[in-house]
């Protein structure tokens, strides 16, 4: 199958910093990726949608000055969590798929980012 | 709008116990319907698909059955092992022409736990 890979696996960092994660699809061109952010015990929360050289479309309560996506290429997108804060400490996880019609979305391993 | 729901967790079995994870969905049309796994610590795995209704969606035993009339796509074993446990999660991708084509939606995600 299709591999995505997301890097890093886990970060610890200082609040008010910033930290990007990558997520890349090594062995396909991914139109269209997802950021979804899990918490502890829950589902998946969709944060954004972004396809290849446009602007992320973001879900309803997600502030976009706060999470950065940046789709730079067919490979690449980039979650950027601004100014982070402890309550931003979650579980961040990016799905890529080839096209936008009933395509199955493979998953990236996962960032569990820790803000303290 | 689309919705998936999911059997509350966590379900407990022995090895070799039959499963079933039930989960239903709420969209128009024909959606595409997903199972992914998740282990402890790992990203999400795409378990099975079904892309239209009557599929059988199968991978390392695990079957799914889309079903139009019922709108479910329950998940089934036959004889689970210790290595089964893990967290099922239920999506659906909505079906093409719908205002949300492109994006996985999931249910709220079943801790499965197999004891020896």
């Known amino acids: 199958g299709a591999v995505v890979s997301q890097h890093p696996s886990r970060v610890i960092c200082k609040s008010g910093t910033s930290v990007k994660i990558e997520c890349r699809s090594l062995?396909?061109?991914?139109?269209?990726m997802f950021w979804y952010r899990q918490f502890p015990k829950q589902s998946l929360m969709l944060m954004a949608t972004s396809n290849e050289g446009s602007k992320a479309t973001y879900e309803q309560g997600v502030e976009k000055d706060k999470f950065l996506i940046n789709h730079a290429s067919l490979t690449l997108s980039t979650l950027t969590v601004t100014s982070a804060h402890p309550e931003d400490s979650s579980f961040y996880i990016c799905s890529a798929r080839r096209g936008r019609v009933n395509t199955e979305a493979f998953f990236g391993q996962g960032t569990r980012l820790t803000v303290v | 709008g689309n919705s998936v729901t999911q059997m509350e967790g966590p379900v407990t079995l022995s090895e070799e116990a039959f499963l079933t994870i039930n989960c239903t969905y709420t969209a128009t049309g024909y959606p595409s319907l997903f199972w992914y796994v998740q282990y402890p610590g790992e990203g999400l795995q795409l378990l099975l698909k079904a892309t239209k209704a009557d599929d059988k969606g199968s991978n390392k035993g695990f079957e799914a059955t889309y079903r139009k009339e019922t709108t479910s796509f329950h998940l089934e074993k036959g004889s689970v092992q210790v290595s089964d446990s893990a967290v099922y999660f239920c999506?659906?991708?909505?079906?093409?022409?719908?205002?949300?084509?492109?994006?996985?939606?999931f249910g709220q995600g079943t801790t499965l736990q197999v004891k020896p």
């Open positions: 062995d396909f061109q991914a139109t269209t």
């Open positions: 999506a659906l991708s909505p079906a093409p022409g719908s205002s949300n084509t492109g994006k996985l939606i």
